[in-house]
């Protein structure tokens, strides 16, 4: 499976365990506070979500700005394959 396919799949479950409201309501985690995984996780869900996700550059400076809003959705899909 090549990279863009992975990040529109891994935003789309993004999507399905947390909603846009429900991201926004929850608490923004702190650095320190997140496991490698779940950073790495909220970091390829926050690419999905860029406005501009043709372009790969954008995509992850997106991502590195906004990954602690992607934590909680992370969480919930990390924890829902366990």
């Known amino acids: 499976m090549n990279t863009s396919r992975r990040i529109l799949l891994t935003g789309l479950a993004g999507l399905a365990v947390a909603p846009t409201a429900a991201a926004a309501a929850a608490?923004?985690?702190e650095p320190g506070e997140?496991?490698?995984?779940?950073?790495?996780?909220?970091r390829t869900i926050a690419a999905?979500?860029?406005?501009?996700?043709?372009?790969?550059?954008?995509?992850?400076?997106?991502?590195?700005?906004?990954?602690?809003?992607y934590v909680a959705a992370a969480?919930?899909?990390?924890?829902?394959?366990?």
């Open 27 to 29: 608490p923004m985690a």
């Open 34 to 42: 997140v496991t490698v995984a779940e950073e790495r996780f909220a």
């Open 48 to 69: 999905a979500h860029a406005p501009d996700v043709t372009c790969a550059w954008q995509a992850e400076r997106y991502a590195d700005a906004h990954w602690p809003e």
């Open 75 to 82: 969480r919930a899909v990390i924890g829902a394959r366990v």
